[in-house]
């Protein structure tokens, strides 16, 4: 596992491949800024086993995640390989079928994966996804159009999706 660090008008974000594709795209607190910071905790998952080595795909990706957040790219075509379950990658695939400057609901998106009534597992499903911004888990919205759940804080998820609204 190899992985990079960038810091970005978001903040440091932690990328991370396994050679097959991006297996993780992660926002660290600001005070990572060494491997040895990298812990994990509830809100924030991060590889702890990597080299320090920025590749061509992680570049790659990082260039794509700077064109985002710049307003310049709506679609990402990096190759992904993030580690989940059968039900987490259909629900992340479900995300990446969201388009750009919209949101779902939880329950719009168990729908989409064929279980009207998991909205909950869906919830932990984006809560584990190791992929932000690329699988747009910032897209889901409660029902009533709340910002619930991001493990990057509600008010990234906010900036996120203020940002689609604006390039949209």
Not at 60 to 87: C, H, W
Not at 103 to 132: C, D
Not at 143 to 163: C, E, I, M, P, Q
Request: hydrophobic residues 35%; neutral net charge; contains cysteine.
């Amino acid at each position: 596992m190899k992985g990079y660090y960038y810091q970005t008008r978001l903040g440091k974000l932690f990328i991370a491949e396994d050679g097959l594709g991006i297996t993780e795209v992660a926002l660290l607190p600001e005070a990572a800024d060494a491997q040895d910071s990298i812990v994990e905790n509830s809100d924030l998952r991060k590889t702890k086993d990597f080299v320090l080595e920025e590749t061509y795909l992680i570049r790659e990706a990082a260039d794509q995640m700077i064109e985002y957040l710049d307003g310049k790219r709506k679609n990402f075509s990096v190759k992904l390989n993030p580690k989940g379950t059968e039900f987490q990658q259909k629900v992340w695939k479900a995300l990446c079928d969201i388009p750009y400057g919209e949101t779902r609901s939880y329950k719009q998106i168990a729908e989409a994966v064929g279980n009207k009534n998991a909205s909950r597992a869906i919830g932990m499903a984006n809560h584990n996804n190791p992929v932000m911004c690329i699988i747009p888990c910032h897209r889901v919205i409660g029902a009533n159009g709340s910002l619930v759940g991001y493990a990057g804080g509600l008010d990234t998820k906010a900036s996120l999706l203020k940002l689609e609204e604006k390039y949209r």
